[in-house]
C-alpha cells in the first residue's frame, strides 16, 4: 500500500512540475529576487550608447545607469549578463535572466511573448549609408545589399516594407551593429539599418565616413523586457521609472549620454 502510495505522490508531482512548466516560461518576480539579492538584467553588450564595453571593458551605457538607479530603488543589487541577442526572448523566459534593458523596440510579436514597462525612449530605424554613395531615397537600395542586425527590430521594419524588402539584392545580418557598420565603412554592404539613436551615437564617432538617409522604416518605442507571469515585477518597476522621470534622475542620465533630456514621460 505504501509503494502504491509513494508512486500516485510521485505522478502528483511530475504532472504538477510538467503543468507549471508547459509553457516554457520560468517565473521568479520580485520577492524572490529580493530574497536572492540580485537583479539580473540581460543585454547585448556591444549596443553603444545603450549598453558597451568602455576601453576597462565595463558594461557601460545609459541603460546601464537606468537600471543600476531602478534596481537601487528596488532595493537590490543589479547584473548585468550578455547574451545572444537573437535568442534574447528565450534567455528571458527560461530564467536565465530576469530583464531584458537594451534599448529593446516594443513590436506586437515581442508582446506576444513577452510583457514590456511603460515606454522611456522614443526612436526611428533609419537607413546609414556611406558618405558620398549617391543613394537618397529607400527606392534607391533595389538591387542592394543591407546589412541589420539580426533578430532585432530593424529586420522587423525592414521586412514590414515589402516593396523596399523584395527588391533588394540580399540582406546580410549580423551579431551586432558595430560589425554591421564596419562592413558597410569597407564597402561590403550598400547601407544598414539600425536604431537611430545607436547609429547616430556611432557616427559621432566616425566623423565623414557615415551619412543618413532622409527616409526611414518608422518611429519606435523602447521598453524594459519582463517575463508575463513577473507581474509584481513589472508593476513595481513602472512605478520606479515614473520616479525616476518626476525627479529628474532620468533626465539627468539622458543628459550624460545625449546631451539633452529625452527621455519619454
Known amino acids: 500500500m505504501k509503494r502504491v502510495l ?9 504532472g504538477t512540475v510538467v503543468f507549471a512548466g508547459g509553457s516554457g516560461e520560468k517565473s521568479t518576480d520580485l520577492d524572490a529576487i529580493r530574497e536572492r539579492g540580485v537583479l539580473i538584467v540581460g543585454l547585448d553588450d556591444s549596443f553603444p550608447p545603450m549598453g558597451f564595453r568602455d576601453e576597462s571593458n565595463e558594461i557601460v551605457g545609459f541603460d546601464i545607469d537606468l537600471a543600476k538607479e531602478a534596481a537601487s530603488r528596488l532595493g537590490v543589487d543589479v547584473e548585468f549578463k550578455p547574451v545572444d541577442w537573437d535568442g534574447v526572448i528565450l534567455s528571458l523566459n527560461k530564467g536565465d535572466i530576469d530583464l531584458v534593458w537594451n534599448g529593446m523596440t516594443i513590436t506586437e510579436s515581442r508582446q506576444e511573448k513577452i510583457n514590456f514597462s511603460k515606454p522611456y525612449l522614443d526612436n526611428r530605424q533609419i537607413v546609414i549609408l556611406q558618405a558620398g ?18 533578430g532585432s527590430s ?13 527588391s533588394l539584392e540580399e540582406v546580410k545580418k549580423y551579431s ?3 560589425e554591421a557598420l564596419l562592413d ?6 550598400d547601407a544598414v539599418v539600425v536604431d537611430e539613436i545607436v547609429g547616430r551615437y556611432y557616427i559621432a564617432k566616425k ?9 526611414d522604416f518608422g518611429a519606435e518605442t523602447y521598453g524594459v523586457g519582463i517575463r508575463k507571469s513577473d507581474t509584481q515585477l513589472k508593476a513595481e518597476l513602472d512605478k520606479v521609472l515614473d520616479e525616476m ?6 533626465d539627468e542620465i539622458s543628459r550624460k549620454w ?6 519619454k514621460k
Request: with cysteine; aromatic share 4%; hydrophobic share 55%.
Open 207 to 215: 566623423p565623414g565616413i557615415y551619412e543618413v538617409m532622409a527616409e
Open 133 to 150: 554613395s549617391g543613394i537618397s531615397s529607400k527606392a534607391d537600395l533595389a538591387g542592394k545589399v543591407v546589412g541589420l542586425q539580426m
Open 245 to 250: 522621470k518626476a525627479d529628474g534622475s532620468a
Open 184 to 189: 558597410l565603412a569597407a564597402g561590403r554592404t
Open 154 to 166: 530593424a529586420e522587423v521594419a525592414l521586412n514590414s516594407d515589402a516593396d523596399v524588402a523584395a
Open 176 to 178: 551586432n551593429n558595430v
Open 258 to 263: 545625449f546631451g539633452e533630456a529625452i527621455v
Open 6 to 14: 509513494w508512486s500516485a505522490l510521485l505522478l502528483l508531482i511530475c
